[in-house]
């Protein structure tokens, strides 16, 4: 077990520095680089001048497409991130992560009987008015029975290890119903839906971003109010309960902090791995500390960053083809984990 203390001569505010600027040229790299190469100046002119002053269509492309979409990836980022590591460390496990305990497989199952069940006989129209409020309601609902029967078992399974496994098997089972779903759905909305599951960051409009980003804040809000109770999990249950931290409490709380943050981004962004899970080992490895007093902004900088980059790469820059993000990510991700796990043993410890 890694102390909670951070090394003494750990330069953190340099390293904090270094991915901020990271985090800032790769913002700016998304907004430049897609099927057409834009500009810096063009850029510039977009974000900070008046419509007279800069091109039409370099500004639609750049405010209506590349901005919310980047911003998308920084809020999927660090929600993906934050959730793994809340995983992790209530689990004590180091292959947690968001889809762990079936709660964002609960939210694609409210997707898709949204997409595959209910939209087929509604075509819409009654949610036509609530617009991206209805997508991310319906995956809330989704997470958030799954979470209740999680905490149902909960309350009657002392076991952390045995809640992860029924956990696990809560999430085969919602994945099930999901299947079925997909063989008795028509074939526009299981085609809708097939895309839905690659993940992607360019769907997101404006609207639901304005839904997405105050879901996330409120998940991160609620993952900074618990970071004390999080250094507890580290060392286990019973030295948690002898600080006085309630275990029933922070478990709901944690819980809803990760049903905030993994569900509403399965909902607009679809399913994405490897953020969850790798973030967090990437982080504890550079900071080499467990304190998620740095961890937890830690995950939120540094997923973003890499979801930044990844959105860079999925767009092929130069060409007019777009790679599903959530490839991209695995494929980006697998070689990073199989690297730390071979160069440092100590990358599986939580």
């Not at 409120?218 to 109010?225: Q, R, V, Y």
């Not at 060392?235 to 948690?240: F, I, R, S």
Request: glycine share 8%; proline share 4%; net charge positive.
């Amino acid at each position: 077990m890694k102390p909670l203390t951070q090394h003494k001569k750990q330069p953190l505010g340099l390293m904090f520095f270094i991915l901020a600027i990271l985090f800032v040229l790769f913002f700016i790299a998304d907004l430049l680089l897609g099927s057409i190469i834009i500009p810096v100046k063009q850029v510039l002119l977009a974000l900070f001048t008046s419509p007279a002053d800069s091109g039409e269509t370099f500004r639609t492309i750049i405010l209506d497409f590349r901005l919310p979409k980047a911003l998308t990836a920084v809020l999927t980022g660090a929600a993906l991130s934050l959730s793994g590591l809340q995983m992790q460390t209530v689990f004590r496990n180091p292959l947690a992560g968001p889809y762990v305990l079936g709660i964002s497989a609960g939210a694609s199952l409210g997707v898709a009987l949204f997409v595959l069940a209910f939209s087929s006989v509604m075509a819409w129209g009654i949610f036509s008015s609530t617009g991206a409020w209805s997508l991310a309601l319906v995956a809330w609902a989704g997470s958030f029975l799954v979470m209740l029967l999680v905490l149902y078992v909960s309350a009657r399974v002392n076991d952390i290890m045995t809640l992860l496994i029924l956990g696990i098997l809560f999430s085969s089972a919602v994945a099930a119903i999901v299947s079925i779903l997909q063989y008795f759905s028509n074939e526009s909305m299981l085609k809708a839906f097939i895309i839905w599951t690659m993940g992607s960051l360019g769907s997101v409009t404006k609207s639901q971003l304005m839904v997405l980003a105050p879901a996330i804040g409120a998940g991160i809000l609620l993952a900074f109010m618990k970071i004390k109770d999080l250094n507890a999990f580290l060392l286990g249950e019973d030295y948690a309960r002898s600080l006085g931290v309630s275990i029933k409490t922070s478990r709901i709380i944690i819980f809803l902090s990760t049903s905030l943050l993994a569900g509403t981004i399965t909902a607009f962004c679809g399913p994405i791995g490897f953020i969850g899970i790798a973030v967090p080992h990437i982080c504890r490895v550079i900071f080499k500390t467990a304190n998620h007093l740095v961890l937890v902004p830690a995950v939120i900088l540094t997923g973003s960053t890499v979801m930044l980059f990844s959105d860079i790469v999925s767009q092929l820059p130069g060409m007019q083809t777009t790679l599903p993000v959530n490839s991209v990510t695995a494929l980006i991700g697998i070689p990073i984990i199989v690297w730390m796990i071979v160069k440092n043993r100590k990358f599986v410890s939580v």
